[in-house]
């Protein structure tokens, strides 16, 4: 009778733990593991969203590579982008991570004033910079023109629209900087405090301590901010719609306008699968170089030992 309690006590026991993660592994499986493997089996297919799907194995592939020159200039223009916004983003992220982190009065107003542009709508953040970066009568230009400038048409003209976008695209830094600002503030004040009775300035102070010790956290950001660049397609959609001229015609509005305009489901999942594949590969490559820049406080470095010496009735040889 025991044993039968005890069984049955050691299976609940069991069984408790994935009865509570079950809501989010249902979620996974049905919201993105599913999906991910449905795309995966869609990109060997010509695959219609009316009508019977067709098999052509790695006919969308080819097609894609040989054929659609506009594949190669879509992923030209988000790499381009990327080369742009991911060096900003992080430097406006760590700049006011570095301000809100200083025992000031009133740094807790900014942090919010700061962190509120990242809790905003796509929608909204692009209504609101199309009336900021109208040529016209935006406020942007309308300011520059006080300093003398004729602001350009930024979105409008090919050679200034991507900038536009990457100037939009780089208001929502709330959540980095909170990052950085929370590594930051973990760092001992022990270590400025030994740098200022050694007459290093704020300058030095930074280079030498602050950007050392959070080199893990600028790892981490790098990684996520290059993936929202190449995935780029909200504020491009809404803002420009790809033009003026494509010259704004990002890797995701192609995927986008294959997918729901043009009705091409089974070229659209290949083109997804090769944007997983590029960003799979560059995110392994800055992980790869982060052994060179990224320094972990206890990490212990092995160095390499002294040959071992032996005494041979009194002589000394190489062992």
Same mark, same amino acid.
Request: hydrophobic share 50%.
């Given at each position: 009778?025991?044993?039968?309690?005890?069984?049955?006590?050691?299976?609940?026991?069991?069984?408790?733990?994935?009865?509570?993660?079950?809501?989010?592994?249902?979620?996974?499986?049905?919201?993105?593991? /599913? =999906? !991910?493997? #449905?795309?995966?089996?869609?990109?060997?297919?010509?695959?219609? +969203? $009316?009508?019977? @799907?067709?098999? *052509? %194995?790695?006919?969308?592939?080819?097609?894609?590579?040989?054929?659609?020159?506009?594949?190669?200039?879509?992923?030209?223009?988000?790499?381009?982008?990327?080369?742009?916004?991911?060096?900003?983003?992080?430097?406006?992220?760590?700049?006011?991570?570095?301000?809100?982190?200083?025992?000031?009065?009133?740094?807790?107003?900014?942090?919010?004033?700061?962190?509120?542009?990242?809790?905003?709508?796509?929608?909204?953040?692009?209504?609101?910079?199309?009336?900021?970066?109208?040529?016209?009568?935006?406020?942007?230009?309308?300011?520059?023109?006080?300093?003398?400038?004729? /602001? =350009? !048409?930024? #979105?409008?003209?090919?050679?200034?629209?991507?900038?536009?976008? +990457? $100037?939009?695209? @780089?208001?929502? *830094? %709330?959540?980095?900087?909170?990052?950085?600002?929370?590594?930051?503030?973990?760092?001992?004040?022990?270590?400025?405090?030994?740098?200022?009775?050694?007459?290093?300035?704020?300058?030095?102070?930074?280079?030498?301590?602050?950007?050392?010790?959070?080199?893990?956290?600028?790892?981490?950001?790098?990684?996520?901010?290059?993936?929202?660049?190449?995935?780029?397609?909200?504020?491009?959609?809404?803002?420009?719609?790809?033009?003026?001229?494509?010259?704004?015609?990002?890797?995701?509005?192609?995927?986008?306008?294959?997918?729901?305009?043009?009705?091409?489901?089974?070229?659209?999942?290949?083109?997804?699968?090769?944007?997983?594949?590029?960003?799979?590969?560059?995110?392994?490559?800055?992980?790869?170089?982060?052994?060179?820049?990224?320094?972990?406080?206890?990490?212990?470095?092995?160095?390499?030992?002294?040959?071992?010496?032996?005494?041979?009735?009194?002589?000394?040889?190489?062992?």
């Amino acid at each position: 009778m025991n044993s039968s309690y005890d069984r049955k006590k050691k299976f609940v026991e069991k069984i408790t733990p994935y009865l509570f993660i079950s809501p989010w592994l249902v979620g996974f499986i049905a919201f993105t593991a /599913g =999906p !991910l493997v #449905l795309s995966l089996i869609m990109s060997f297919h010509d695959w219609p +969203v $009316i009508g019977d @799907a067709t098999f *052509v %194995g790695l006919g969308n592939y080819i097609r894609m590579f040989t054929e659609d020159s506009q594949f190669w200039s879509s992923l030209k223009i988000t790499f381009k982008f990327a080369v742009l916004f991911v060096p900003l983003n992080l430097l406006i992220a760590l700049i006011l991570a570095v301000l809100i982190a200083t025992n000031v009065k009133g740094t807790n107003l900014f942090r919010v004033i700061f962190y509120i542009p990242s809790v905003v709508s796509g929608v909204a953040v692009a209504i609101i910079w199309g009336w900021i970066l109208d040529s016209n009568n935006g406020i942007l230009n309308f300011l520059l023109g006080f300093v003398g400038i004729d /602001g =350009p !048409l930024w #979105l409008r003209d090919p050679n200034w629209a991507i900038v536009a976008i +990457v $100037i939009a695209s @780089a208001w929502g *830094v %709330g959540n980095m900087m909170l990052i950085f600002y929370t590594d930051i503030r973990s760092i001992p004040s022990s270590y400025y405090e030994a740098a200022v009775i050694d007459g290093a300035t704020p300058w030095q102070q930074f280079i030498k301590i602050t950007v050392p010790v959070i080199t893990p956290t600028i790892l981490f950001n790098l990684v996520t901010s290059t993936i929202t660049a190449l995935q780029q397609l909200t504020l491009v959609i809404l803002l420009t719609g790809g033009g003026p001229l494509k010259s704004t015609y990002f890797y995701g509005l192609y995927v986008y306008e294959n997918a729901f305009k043009h009705h091409r489901l089974g070229y659209a999942s290949a083109n997804a699968w090769i944007m997983f594949i590029i960003i799979l590969v560059l995110t392994m490559v800055i992980f790869r170089s982060s052994s060179a820049w990224v320094f972990y406080e206890n990490e212990v470095k092995t160095k390499k030992k002294p040959k071992k010496v032996k005494i041979v009735k009194g002589v000394r040889e190489n062992g």
